[in-house]
């Protein structure tokens, strides 16, 4: 087996594109953990091949961006809107959130094909016809059928995480890849992320520069994992105000297992151990980072029971408290869309996920789990909560 440089798949991108101007090197940092994993021995030989085309296709968006930003200055003149930002841990309810939120008349989310296929620039005229929608679209429906489908499924005009639009190679899978590729993993979780929220911020602006939101609107944008890095992310967007749903951890840990597993099990080497399982540990960084920001900066927080059992009315309850504008049609929006996911728009999450590597009880033993559940008012979740099927 022939050893990947990163020299080979910058080559390679160079070659696809025509273009070499890579901007600031920053992103070289990921990148090289990145190669030291795809020359492990945790991968199969079928994850190599993914991961490195992956890798190909994340370095041609970054030349394509840098590129259209290079030629158009005037782009980073663009005015950024207010945000409404849907932060919090994952497997909380932060997809749920984020639709509802999306569906107010004012808003714009930044949708999946948007931010995977972000050049050239989306124009207000054709963004809903736009013929990436169908590209990104065939792409996803590849996975139709796995357990990813039922865990956490988002078509290609639907609101997506800010992560799938980072440019700076930390996100690739929004992360989900750092269960088998570990040094790349652990070299996200240990270094700051300013340079990734300070490109990621031309970003935006790239794609609001034709389509900007409605006169007088907002962005709606989420990604919970930008919450363990959440004060950096606050510094680079000071638009933003801060909205998070709380879950109880066990039922959090519990979910991200069997979502991450569900994901990366194909692509691990025989005799290797099942992708990072996801444990206390893991979720440990973002409520940790939930419980400081609280103590320092604006963030208002819906506990999951209550945004499953009424998501409209916990969109409307968040833009009366942060005074954005008033949608009389927001509640009957969102439950309509409640109901189309209950009537097959939606994958019924499986009713079966795997157990934390420890009980209920001992979980909730925890001093930092203590302290988090009754900062943010949170009872054990005794029977598991679904959020878009009873």
Known sequence: MDSITAESLLFAAEQRTGLDDWGDDWFRQPLAAWVED?????????????FTELAVRDLMRR????DTLARHPEIDQVTMPPIVYVAGAVRSGTTLFHNALALHRQAKP????????????????TAAT??????VQASIDKRRGTPLEAMHWVNADDPEECQWGFIDFVS???GAAGGCMRSWRHFGDEA???PVYENYRRLVKLLLWKNPPPPGGFLVLKAPQVTAHIDEFAQVFPEARFVAPARDPYRVVSSARAMVGGILDAFLADGQNPPNPFDLDDLRPTLEAMLAF???ADLRVVPYPELVADPGSAAVAIFDELGFPTDPELGTRVNDFILAQRQG???????DLPEPNMSHEELHLDPMVIEFCERFGITPEHDRLTGAHP
Not at 130 to 135: G, L, M, N, Q, V
Not at 345 to 351: E, K, L, M, W, Y
Request: proline share 13%; charged share 30%.
């Open 130 to 135: 736009d013929p990436r929608i169908a590209k």
């Open 192 to 194: 700051s992320h300013l």
């Open 172 to 174: 690739l899978l929004a």
């Open 294 to 296: 609280d103590k320092t």
């Open 63 to 66: 030349l394509r961006v840098t």
């Open 345 to 351: 728009a939606r994958v019924r999450p499986p009713d």
């Open 38 to 50: 795809l020359n492990g021995d945790v991968i199969n030989e079928a994850g190599r091949d993914f």
């Open 110 to 125: 930044l949708l999946r094909w948007e931010l995977m296929e972000p050049v050239p620039p989306p124009e207000a005229a």
